[in-house]
């Protein structure tokens, strides 16, 4: 199973938290096709790619650990590649981008 599958925040860093909430999510789902529940996703409005940008910016540009980086050349990369990424994808959804690539 790939946790980074999901367009929607897990709200946790720790693995094993985030694969019960995956799981929990899929049941749910599940049991939504089944008629048995409603779907967990409706009405959820569509991500957009320059929100994602925007709440990386906000964390300080967090390393792999989920740590804010200091500041260095690097993160200064960073803050120049945010402002290319928010340009190129201005309003896109992450669904949309995601869909043209798998076209691709």
């Known amino acids: ?3 980074a599958d999901n367009f929607i925040s897990l709200g946790t860093k ?3 938290e985030a694969i019960k909430r995956v ?3 899929r049941a749910a789902e599940a ?4 008629g048995i529940a409603i779907a967990p996703e409706e009405g ?3 991500l957009q790619v320059t929100a994602v940008v ?3 910016e906000n964390d300080g540009y967090p ?3 989920g740590n804010a980086r200091p500041e260095s050349p690097h993160r200064r990369s960073l803050k120049d590649a945010c ?9 896109a959804t992450v669904t949309e981008h995601v869909a043209r690539m798998c076209a691709l």
């Open 54 to 56: 925007q709440q990386y």
């Open 83 to 91: 402002v290319l990424l928010s340009k190129f994808f201005k309003g």
């Open 23 to 25: 799981d929990a999510r």
């Open 31 to 34: 049991a939504a096709k089944l």
């Open 14 to 16: 720790l693995k094993t």
């Open 44 to 46: 959820r409005k569509p």
């Open 63 to 65: 390393d792999k650990r």
């Open 1 to 3: 199973m790939r946790i």
